[in-house]
C-alpha cells in the first residue's frame, strides 16, 4: 500500500474527493499546473497564526473560543458587504468574525460559557456581531449557537478542554467527535448515490488549535498530515486562477456571473472535492521537489495569496458549511 492509499484509508474526506474527482463533469485538474504552482510554492513561508484578531491567552478559555469562531465560519459574502471596526480597523469576511468573536471577550461577555451559549438570544448575538451591514444567515448563525451550548453542556459538561481530551492527541478523532456530536459540523452530501465527506470547519477546528497553540498543548495531534485541506470560497478560486482546477464551459459561466451554485449539487460537490484532490497532489509535488508541507499548510499559504491577487469571482453557494 502506497502513502497516497494509507492516507485514503485512513481520512474519508479525501477518500470521498478521490471518488468525486474520478468522476467529476465539470470540474478537472491539470496536472502540468499542479507542477508550476508546487514550484512556485517553493520558497513561501507558512503564514504565523494572527493573533492580532483572534483571541488567545493559552488556556482552555482559547480553545473554546476557536470552537465558536469555527461553528460560525461560513458565508462572509454579501451585498452590501458585513464589516467591523475593531481597535480602529475595519475587517470583513473571516477576520471580521475572528476579531467580533475576540471584541465580546474583552467587553465581558460570557462567549467561552456554554451555558450562555445555549441560551443566547437573537439580541444579544446581533450585538457581538455588531457592525456596518448584518452578517449574512443570522438566524442560522443563531441556532448554531444555541446547539453548540446546548450539546456541550450535555456531552462535555460544558468543558472544551473535555472534547479535546476525548480525542486523545489524534485530529481524525477529534473531527469525528465534532460530527457526531454537533449536526451543524455534519458537512455531508450525496455525490451519483453515494454519501461523501467534506467536514470543513470540523477540519479547520482542528487546525485553528495547531496553528494557535504552536503544535503543543491542545494543538498538538499526532496525525495532524493527515487533515486534508479546507473546501471553502477561496482556495478553488486560486486553483482555478492558477490553471489546476479547469471548469466546464456551463460552470465556469455560472461562476463568472456570480449566479449560485446551490450547496449539494453536482457542480458544487466537484468544486470542493476537486480543490482537496488538487491540494493533497500539491503536497506530493512539493515533497518530490524536497519541501514536505502539511496539506493545512498549503491551503494557509494559497488563502492568503488569494486575498492578495485580482482573480475571476468565487463561487456563490449559500450553506453554513462554508
Request: aromatic fraction near 12%; charge should be negative; hydrophobic fraction near 45%.
Amino acid at each position: 500500500m502506497n502513502s497516497m492509499d494509507a492516507t485514503h484509508s485512513m481520512n474519508p474526506v479525501l477518500k470521498s474527493a478521490c471518488y468525486v474527482q474520478c468522476q467529476s463533469n465539470h470540474v478537472q485538474i491539470e496536472r502540468a499546473a499542479v507542477g508550476r504552482l508546487a514550484s512556485s510554492l517553493l520558497t513561501l513561508s507558512v503564514p504565523e497564526w494572527n493573533y492580532q484578531y483572534h483571541f488567545y491567552d493559552g488556556s482552555a478559555r482559547t480553545v473554546a473560543y476557536l470552537l465558536l469562531l469555527d461553528a460560525l465560519n461560513f458565508c462572509f459574502f454579501s451585498e452590501p458587504q458585513w464589516r467591523i471596526s475593531y481597535r480602529n480597523e475595519q475587517l470583513t469576511g473571516y477576520f471580521a468574525l475572528a476579531a467580533s468573536l475576540k471584541r465580546g471577550l474583552e467587553e465581558g461577555i460570557p462567549l467561552d460559557d456554554f451555558s450562555f451559549l445555549a441560551a443566547i438570544d437573537h439580541k444579544i448575538l446581533s450585538y457581538i456581531l455588531r457592525g456596518e451591514n448584518e452578517i449574512p444567515l443570522l438566524e442560522e448563525r443563531l441556532a448554531i449557537v444555541r446547539e453548540l451550548g446546548t450539546e456541550m453542556m450535555a456531552h462535555y459538561r460544558g468543558e472544551a478542554s473535555r472534547l479535546i481530551t476525548a480525542a486523545a492527541g489524534s485530529a481524525l478523532k477529534l473531527v469525528h467527535l465534532l460530527v457526531t456530536t454537533f449536526p451543524s459540523f455534519r458537512d455531508e452530501s450525496l455525490y451519483k448515490g453515494k454519501e461523501v465527506y467534506f467536514y470543513k470547519r470540523a477540519q479547520i477546528f482542528v487546525a485553528d488549535l495547531y496553528g494557535s497553540f504552536y503544535g503543543k498543548e491542545w494543538g498538538k495531534f499526532s496525525d495532524i498530515l493527515l487533515l486534508t485541506a479546507f473546501a471553502d470560497y477561496k482556495i478553488p478560486q486560486i486553483l482555478r486562477h492558477t490553471g489546476v482546477l479547469t471548469y466546464s464551459d456551463e460552470l465556469a459561466a455560472l461562476i463568472d456571473k456570480k449566479q449560485e451554485i446551490p450547496a449539494g449539487s453536482t457542480m458544487e460537490i466537484e468544486i470542493r472535492a476537486g480543490t482537496i484532490y488538487a491540494i493533497e497532489l500539491l503536497r506530493q509535488e512539493l515533497t518530490a521537489l524536497g519541501r514536505d508541507l502539511l496539506p493545512l499548510e498549503i491551503d494557509w499559504i494559497l488563502w492568503n495569496r488569494a486575498h492578495n491577487v485580482k482573480m475571476a469571482p468565487h463561487h456563490r453557494t449559500i450553506t453554513t458549511f462554508y
